[in-house]
Structure formats: structure tokens, C-alpha cells
């Protein structure tokens, strides 16, 4: 069955090393596009980190659609209209940030247009995410992050030694109430438990009409594992973590050397030629 629907996770994927796109990738993505192939970004961004991309890549028709952070939202994009939200409530956010104090771990929170930090030591993770994301960052104390937020992700975000060490204290609650997905060895995110990419994706190709046969994903990490174990065709980037490469029908070439030209050039544009 051919390919419908290609989804792909951008750092580590789509972008390079250097946080480019490369010609060889845009101009593959752009043929597929041409021969009626849904693109779909799947990232762990918010959409303030991914506009930029989708212009280039011209995916804002009317029947374009983007999934952020890590399958809690996606939207069309041009006209923002929503085609599922997941959302953390405040209570949520009291035990995330209070276990984040207990591990003694820095954390942020992120709304769908600001990211918030009670750290007074502001990690320079969370500032390399605002950065990346185009985000405005916010010191907030505990006590002035008011109900009324739309929370969409928390993060736990630290020295990738630090981090590990965190990881091996956090309660088996908290694996049962939230969705934590490791997404960098700096990051570590909490989200709605019925959040995956897997989930949003699958969401997404039943809303429109296609089956997980016809759907293509690629990706590099931890959080992209469950929308590669759900797409019909899962690609592992050559720079893949091991979990991933073991999920995948196909290891690609890495981001630095056009993995996912090379992957829809040989599973996608070849079968459609």
C-alpha cells in the first residue's frame, strides 16, 4: 500500500547538527508533496518553534497540519484550528514542580505561548529552549502560576548526568499518572497520559481517513518510538538511539548525511514514479 502521510520529528530528524535544513531534504519533502503526500511535523516544539520551518517548507494550505509538543496539540496551520488538545492541570503542575524540588532538578512549564521557570537559578537548558523555540521566558514563583494557565507540557531539564540520576527517584505514580518521555539527554518531559506521538498521529490519519499502512514516520529519539512503532513504516535515523533503530522497518542514512531524502526517496517518490 502506498504512502499517504509522512510524519517526522524535526531536531535530530529533519534538522541537521547545525539546526538546518538542508536542500537535498526540503526538495524531497517538496516532490512527495507534489505527488499528493501529506507532510505532518511531529515535534516536541511548540508551534512558535516550528512556523518558521513550515513556511519554508510552504505547508500552510488550508489541509496542512502540525503536531506540538509531543502529540498534546495539533492544529492546522494556517488556520490554527484545533484538532486535539491535551492539556496538565494545576494540580498537575503542583506535584510535577514539587517532585522536580524534591530531586532537586530544574523545571519549566509551558503554556502554548510562554514558558515559565520557579528556578531562580534559570537553567541554561531552559534558556537554550526559549531560544530555540521562540519563547518568551518568565521567572514565576509557585505560588503565582494561577489556575487559569493552559498548561500544555512540563520539563525537568538539567546536566545529563543529573538528569539520569533524577530519573532512577521518580515514583512509579507518577510513570502511572503522566506521559514522561526522555526528548534530549537534557530534557525530560511530563505530559497528559493519553499523549504520544504515536497517539497524535494515529489521531490525525483517522481524522483524516487513512490507515496506519499508509503512514510513514521518522525519527531520532525516545519520544518519536511510539509514532514509529504505530506508522505502517517506521524510519530510524542513522543517528538514532538504539530503542528506536531496534522499532524501525529501516535505518536511514543520519541528519548530517539527508536521512530523510534518502528514506522517502527509496520508500515513497520511487513506488510513486
Do not use: W
Not at 2 to 11: E, P, Q, R, T, V
Amino acid at each position: 500500500m502506498s504512502i499517504k502521510l509522512i510524519a517526522i520529528d524535526i531536531d535530530g530528524t529533519l534538522l541537521n547538527s547545525q539546526h538546518h535544513l538542508t536542500n537535498e531534504v526540503k526538495e524531497t519533502l517538496k516532490k512527495a508533496e507534489e505527488k499528493g503526500v501529506k507532510i505532518v511535523l511531529c515535534t516536541g516544539r511548540p508551534l512558535t518553534g516550528v512556523q518558521d520551518l513550515i513556511a519554508e517548507l510552504d505547508l500552510y494550505s488550508d489541509n496542512d497540519y502540525v503536531v506540538t509538543y509531543n502529540g498534546s496539540l495539533i492544529q492546522k496551520t494556517k488556520t490554527k484550528e484545533v484538532v486535539s488538545k491535551f492539556e496538565l492541570s494545576h494540580e498537575d503542575y503542583l506535584a510535577i514542580d514539587g517532585l522536580a524540588r524534591k530531586l532537586n532538578i530544574h523545571l519549566h512549564t509551558e503554556t502554548e505561548d510562554t514558558m515559565f521557570t520557579s528556578n531562580r537559578d534559570i537553567s541554561r537548558y531552559t534558556v537554550l529552549e526559549s531560544h530555540l523555540v521562540n519563547m518568551p521566558l518568565k521567572y514565576r514563583t509557585q505560588e503565582e502560576m494561577t489556575e487559569d494557565l493552559t498548561i500544555i507540557k512540563m520539563m525537568m531539564i538539567d546536566e545529563p548526568e543529573l538528569l539520569d540520576q533524577a530519573i532512577t527517584l521518580i515514583p512509579e505514580e507518577f510513570y502511572e499518572r503522566y506521559t514522561i518521555v526522555k526528548s534530549t539527554p537534557y530534557f525530560l518531559e511530563f505530559l497528559n497520559k493519553k499523549v504520544d506521538k504515536g497517539a497524535a498521529i494515529h489521531l490525525l490519519a483517522t481524522h483524516l481517513g487513512i490507515e496506519a499502512s499508509e503512514v510513514m514516520a521518522l525519527g531520532d529519539n525516545e519520544n518519536d518510538l511510539p509514532m514509529i512503532q504505530y506508522a505502517g513504516l517506521g524510519i530510524a535515523m542513522g543517528n538514532a538511539t538504539e530503542n528506536v533503530k531496534n522499532a524501525a522497518s529501516f535505518i536511514t542514512t543520519s541528519n548530517d548525511e539527508h536521512g530523510v531524502a534518502v528514506a522517502i526517496e527509496k520508500f515513497v517518490l520511487k513506488s510513486l514514479s
